[in-house]
């Protein structure tokens, strides 16, 4: 009996870790297809932070 248990524990532990496994594959593979477009995204909004600063600079002043 004690012999039955150990080896349902065995193999829930190494299920786990294969579900582990797995879950850390598709979590790097959702990161490696992410890492491009986020690296453009923040890449065209440092291109366009000097042209958004100039547009502020040159909108006349308030009237109050």
């Known amino acids: ?11 829930f532990v190494e299920a786990l870790q294969l579900l582990m496994n797995l879950l850390e594959q598709v979590i790097k593979s959702f990161a490696d297809k992410m890492v491009a477009p986020i690296k453009a995204m923040l890449e065209a909004f440092m291109e366009e932070i000097p042209g958004l600063l100039r547009r502020s600079l040159l909108l006349p002043a308030c009237k109050l």
């Open 1 to 11: 009996h004690a012999g039955c248990d150990e080896l349902r524990q065995v193999s």
